[in-house]
């Protein structure tokens, strides 16, 4: 399933949609990279999922990505 957000979600809310396996993206300012990076590593998925970062300029608005690594 693929889930979009616009903000940082707690480890609780964020875990089951990794479990499941979903495409989840993060659309907005107040989402870092490197938060959810550690937030996805943390939680044990690191392995599991490539996240990835995208802007277009002159926006500061980022999308970050969370795809599940092709097995």
Do not use: N
Request: aromatic share 6%; hydrophobic share 35%.
């Amino acid at each position: 399933m693929k889930r979009t957000h616009t903000r940082v979600l707690t480890d609780e809310e964020l875990r089951p949609q990794l479990e499941a396996r979903d495409i989840i993206s993060f659309v907005g300012r107040p989402v870092t990279f490197q938060e959810i990076e550690r937030q996805v590593e943390r939680l044990g998925f690191g392995d599991l999922y490539i996240v990835s970062a995208t802007q277009k300029p002159p926006s500061d608005v980022a999308k970050i990505s969370l795809k599940p690594e092709a097995r």
